[in-house]
């Protein structure tokens, strides 16, 4: 037993369950651990979810670096990125969900220490969007808010997207970019 799959099973119980509703209990029985062994391998529930939280964080920055890193573009970088993110999200719907509905179950410790690392991952899109402004290919607008409402478009995503849906996540995202972009486009 190792702590990936722990984590991997936490994940999923804290998808299905909630945070609150999934217990210690749940995650030893899911990877066939007595529970007092379970603390062998993490110290809390808030640790697991500290980490769940760390892990889905660094997968979506990596590959959402790795798009805005590329010499395209800014609306074909935007684009680009809004594929990568949207497929991240449905590749790793348990992760996801834990991302999104869960991070407000974290205690104040591990808050502190979430929240501005969340806060980067933001900045990532915010920035982008200036560049686009500045650029003038988008019109002037709070990259902020511009930022916001797009993740909390993509974001949602998680709550009604369906693998075995009328479209691929590839189709929502193009129409998703083509909605954000028009609106922005100068």
Do not use: C
Not at 46 to 72: D, G, W, Y
């Amino acid at each position: 037993m190792d702590r990936n799959q722990i984590l991997d099973a936490a994940a999923q119980l804290m998808s299905q369950k909630g945070f609150h509703a999934a217990s210690m209990q749940d995650i030893a029985e899911a990877v066939n651990l007595q529970k007092a062994s379970l603390y062998h391998h993490v110290s809390s529930k808030q640790e697991i979810l500290f980490e769940l939280l760390e892990q889905a964080l660094n997968l979506l920055t990596e590959r959402i670096a790795a798009v805005f890193s590329q010499e395209l573009p800014v609306e074909e970088k935007l684009r680009q990125a809004m594929r990568v993110y949207l497929a991240t999200l449905t590749e790793h719907p348990d992760l996801s969900i834990v991302l999104f509905l869960e991070h407000r179950s974290l205690e104040p410790e591990y808050r502190q220490r979430h929240i501005p690392r969340r806060d980067r991952f933001e900045q990532l899109w915010r920035e982008l969007i200036q560049d686009g402004i500045s650029a003038g290919v988008f019109r002037q607008t709070d990259a902020a808010q511009a930022a916001r409402f797009l993740l909390g478009t993509m974001n949602w995503t998680i709550t009604w997207y369906r693998a075995d849906g009328p479209l691929p996540i590839e189709a929502i995202s193009d129409q998703f970019a083509s909605l954000f972009l028009d609106g922005l486009r100068v």
